[in-house]
């Protein structure tokens, strides 16, 4: 029998002697009765045994010729007797659990996971625009509802799921994988031309017209490869030009130039010591912070460690509360040392390289220098570096000549 059943019943500490102990438990065990943490001292027996069998075992205290004596009393029906005439207590614990069963037909957190494009206060928002927001009754939470709307408004969302665990609203959602690939350009005509210059290292055409080479020095903004097939006869003239979608890739080494520049001096802060402790607490709508002293000088930097109330795991309670710590702290100017100037020196490059890893950018080789004077650091770099400059440009038309050749527009014999 379990822990919790015996105290609902109640159930009795037992302390006997006498002649025949032996025969006395032999005949409890025959009539069924559980007998529990039995011990034995200076021929003494001490047992628990529940409420309801004591009554019965009068009888066989007799027939074994052995003496009872009651050490102790717990379980519900003596704690209800000896509370008996405290109403106030009686209608409390009463009070108590029916604000506890009213409070468990209210939704008090709300938690989203699955999504990555979108923040929480995004989407809470958006629920609480729907009418879905802490506080609200369970019974007034629509499943298919929520869920048809976040797929509805927001187009990245391909699967959802809600449901209500105790007075929890749990939401589970899937957004669509995000292309790593650009998106497609339009398949109409066009050239590809150069980004930006460099010396081409690698051509590879898929449609249209080469123009390049490899070991060809080219200019921002050159065509590389022409979206224009000319189409010739016998005699090797141009008769007419079908226009198509060029598509390839042209490949150049190519030289970036990188200089920033920052001051010495900057503001620094520092901790002076003196700290603060104190509460904040909310429950439901109102909230109350113990912060003291009162009086607010110099300036202070606030951590709060806010924690709900639940009674399980899911049973989640409107009670929030949390220590807060307060440093203060003071700001005044002060200039880089050694170290620190060249570590933020380092970092500002190195973001601007990482800046160009992230657009398919290969570093080849680099080379940076830090220069200062009294009061500011330059940050300069050179950088040689392997990489696709073949972009798209609506096609150039081409024109027909006096002669009846085709040149594009613009360009002269």
Known sequence: MGNGIRWLGGFIKVKLTGYSPERFFNLCRAKGMEIWNLTCRNQEYAFFISLKDFRQIRPLARKAKVRLRIQSRKGLPFFLQRNRRRKGFAAGMCLFFLLLYSMSLFIWDIQIEGNLQYTDETLMDFLGEQGVRLGMLKAGVDSQNIERALRDTFPDISWTASRVSGTR????????QVDSQPPAEDEGPRDLVASRAGVVTKVVVRQGTVQVKAGDQVEAGQVLISGQVPIVNDSQEVTAVHNVAADGEVTALTDYQFSESFPL?????????????????????????????????????????????????????????????????????????????????????????????????????????????????????????????????????????????????????
């Open 169 to 176: 609203l749990l939401i589970s959602i899937r957004e669509n």
């Open 265 to 413: 001096l900057h503001p620094v802060q520092r901790e002076t010591g003196k700290e603060k402790k104190g509460l904040s607490v909310k429950i439901g709508s109102f909230s109350f912070v113990f912060l003291p002293p009162w009086k607010r000088e110099g300036n202070w930097i606030y951590v709060t460690d806010i924690r709900q109330a639940r009674l399980f795991s899911s049973f989640y309670l409107p009670f929030y509360w949390g220590n807060i710590q307060g440093k203060e702290i003071e700001t005044y100017e002060s200039f880089y040392t050694k170290e620190e100037m060249n570590q933020k020196a380092e970092g500002i490059y190195q973001n601007f390289i990482r800046n160009l890893s992230e657009k398919g950018v290969q570093i080849i080789q680099n080379n940076v220098k830090i220069l200062e004077d009294e009061s500011v650091c330059t940050v300069t770099g050179s950088i040689k570096a392997s990489q696709v400059i073949s972009q798209v440009q609506p096609i150039t038309e081409m024109k027909e000549t006096e002669n009846g050749k085709y040149e594009r527009s613009g360009e002269h014999n």
